[in-house]
């Protein structure tokens, strides 16, 4: 059976799957010229991560594709209940990059509360003529520790960032009306493990108590943190989209940080992905990223291996 892997896939995850007998094309093919492509080469699974898009026109013109992959969480760039009600597997790796992303949202945090993301961008320019001004204007960095993280959304990448916010040493608070209560399990290098039990927080609370705020929440109509939340907030809060563009209303962002409700904001996502907005782009108070929560290694790994595990259970 050939697999197309159209936006790349793990070593490990290709080794897995020829060991299986399966032959693996990583071929980067444009979209337009995706249907003839598998159609050319019998095609029957084809993995994708974020950049090929799997809508209904393609399904209809590829007949000889049984299962479709995504190699992350959000399904958003596949028509997932077309491709099932033409029995196509649709598979994807839902855990696999948690911990990933919720190391880059403490990057953002740490970074934030000692002003990095200025400090990197100042140094180059005034590091050897303006030493002790630059010292002076980042002098009153804040340590995590003892604070408070409220969490929006505590499904896989919430609780995974609530594990590194208690081992930090801040309190952990969350609103997800799906998770009422849930039993957070820290594991350390040495095999000792303490479970802390988190209890579901009103909205309100999160937004009126966190000293920090993080959003891990799947992409949605309307605005989760928009200008009625922003005004809710603790003055200086730190706040970070390591989510979905569109959960968090950017123009309202840019109020908030400049009347001082919002001290920093950490941003890995954006509502006009892959072209941010300038404003967001240019704010001296936003330390941003790419969208690269799951670009790590591990998570790579982690991801492919996944993947090709469901496959040969589902087509071998
Ligand atoms: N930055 C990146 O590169 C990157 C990588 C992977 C995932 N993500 C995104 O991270 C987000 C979370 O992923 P996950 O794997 O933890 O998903 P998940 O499905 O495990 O958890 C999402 C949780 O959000 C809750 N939720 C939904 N709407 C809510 C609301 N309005 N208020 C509070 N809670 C709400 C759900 O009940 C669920 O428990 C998704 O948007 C995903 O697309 C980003």
Known sequence: ???????????????????????????????????????KNKIDALLVRSATKVRKELIDACPTLKLIGRGGVGMDNIDVDYAKSKNIHVINTPAASSESVAELV?????????????????????????????????????????????????????????????????????????????????????????????????????????????LHIPGQENYVLGKAEFSKMKQGVGIINAARGGVLDEVALIDALENGTVAFAG????????????????????????????????????IGQELADQIISLLN
């Open 106 to 214: 403490f990057a953002h945090l740490y970074g934030g509360a000692r002003f990095l993301y200025d400090a990197n961008r100042n140094m180059p320019l005034e590091g050897d003529s303006n030493f002790k001004g630059l010292k002076k204007s980042y002098s009153k960095g804040t340590e995590l520790r003892g604070k408070t993280l409220g969490i929006f959304g505590f499904g896989n990448i919430g609780q995974a960032t609530a594990k590194l916010a208690i081992g930090a040493g801040m309190k952990v608070i969350y609103c997800d009306p799906d998770v009422a209560q849930t039993d957070i399990e820290l594991t350390f290098y040495n095999g000792q493990n303490i479970t802390f039990t988190l209890k579901n927080t009103d909205k309100d609370d999160v937004l009126k108590n966190a000293d920090y705020i993080s």
């Open 267 to 302: 941003l890995d996502v954006y509502e006009s992905e892959p072209k941010p907005e300038i404003k967001i782009l240019m704010h001296s108070s936003i330390s941003l990223s790419p969208h690269i929560g799951a670009a790590t290694l591990e998570a790579q790994e982690r």
């Open 1 to 39: 059976m050939k697999i197309l892997a159209n936006d790349g896939i793990s070593q490990n995850g290709i080794t897995t799957l020829e060991k299986a007998g399966f032959n693996v094309l990583t071929t980067t093919v444009a979209q337009e010229q995706l249907s003839n492509y598998i159609n």
